[in-house]
């Protein structure tokens, strides 16, 4: 993890806020590679100056987000355009950002020439720089409480500051910001997860719903030579990124008995749970569960968990193909039934033998989609 800080003044001889950030970038070295950047720097020899990178005409902002590129940018103070405008830049383009306003927004300070300054500054930059901060940090709970209050931003997290409380070491900060950190980055799985990840995650869902002694029409295979091979590229980061996408999905069970029928090893220790496969279904049973579907995606509630039971449905289940049409036909339900199709086959790799209607792929489906991996 790379994390980058930003202060409009970096100095650690008289300035605490810089001397925060100076113990956050020793004591997290076990947990982060850390870089700081800054408009005015102050040297002093307790510092690095490898750590420091200065934001100037020259070496602008956008040139130091991207030389460093960082995971997390940490910005630093208050009712400052400088430090606003580092954090909406970096949120901009795509980095996580969490920002301390180190008191900036107590009552006290908010009511001190709140019409001759702070509300201008407020309209200007500082409410949206703090509604779109990843996560607001503060360093106590009056703080915490004062901001919640404010109700710019619902993230707000506490930890407290060692170097103005004897209530928690430097060591416990760093732990505990590495934490908030890596949780960020973790809120956002859809993201971090890879490729080869996704293609392994989904490979699992399919090993997770089958069922043994299951009588498969003649020439379908499950698994593809591909798929399995794919799992050798998977390194211990992203069985991680799986198994929190998993968590957040509601498949870790599924995943669990994709692992045990695929004979992988459990390295994240996924919960395990025997997978109930719905099985004996008539199609009145998949006709119910498709307006059931429906009415899920009229509230935006459609999951990926859903689209695995329709595919186990689909899959495992004896059923005449043209009365489950006919009936489709009648409860209105054949279109959407082709879109959640066009689905299973991008998600599962369903084959056409289970398909009972046409695939749809329209902007109808690219809506279903957006739903489900929100």
Request: glycine share 4%.
């Amino acid at each position: 993890m790379v994390v980058l800080h930003y202060i409009d003044k970096f100095d650690i001889s008289i300035d605490l806020d810089s001397k925060f950030i100076k113990v956050l970038c020793d004591g997290m070295s076990e947990y982060a590679e850390s870089h700081i950047a800054t408009k005015y720097y102050v040297h002093n020899e307790e510092c690095s100056n490898d750590l420091v990178h200065i934001v100037n005409k020259r070496n602008g902002l956008i040139k130091t987000l991207y030389d460093i590129m960082p995971k997390v940018v940490h910005v630093h103070g208050c009712w400052s355009y400088d430090t606003a405008k580092f954090l909406l830049a970096a949120k901009r383009r795509g980095f996580y950002t969490v920002w301390s306003p180190h008191g900036g927004l107590q009552s006290w300070t908010i009511k001190n020439n709140f019409y001759s300054k702070k509300l201008s500054r407020i309209i200007l930059y500082q409410f949206i720089a703090a509604h779109q901060s990843d996560m607001i940090h503060t360093s106590g709970i009056i703080e915490e409480k004062n901001v919640k209050r404010l109700r710019w931003n619902r993230n707000v997290s506490i930890i407290k500051n060692s170097l103005v409380t004897q209530e928690i070491t430097s060591e416990q900060m760093c732990k505990e910001m590495a934490t908030m950190y890596q949780n960020i980055i973790d809120r956002h799985i859809n993201n971090e997860i890879g490729i080869s990840t996704q293609k392994a995650f989904f490979s699992l869902i399919k090993a997770g719903l089958t069922r043994e002694n299951i009588s498969l029409r003649p020439g379908i295979s499950i698994f593809s030579e591909n798929e399995r091979k794919n799992f050798t590229l998977l390194k211990y980061e992203d069985w991680r990124n799986l198994s929190i996408f998993a968590d957040k999905k509601g498949m870790n069970y599924i995943i669990s008995q994709g692992l045990n029928v695929l004979g992988i090893e459990n390295v994240m220790n996924i919960p395990h749970e025997v997978t109930v496969i719905p099985s004996d279904k008539n199609i009145n049973d998949i006709t119910s569960y498709i307006t059931e579907l429906k009415k899920k995606v009229s509230h935006k509630k459609i999951t990926l968990k859903d689209m695995a039971t329709l595919y186990s449905l689909l899959r495992y289940n004896d059923y005449n193909e043209d009365e489950l049409i006919e009936k489709l036909k009648q409860e209105n339900t054949r279109k959407f039934m082709g879109r959640l199709e066009s689905i299973l086959v991008e998600l599962f790799d369903m084959e056409e033998g289970f398909l009972p209607v046409e695939t749809i792929n329209d902007h109808q489906t690219t809506h279903l989609k957006n739903i489900i991996n929100k």
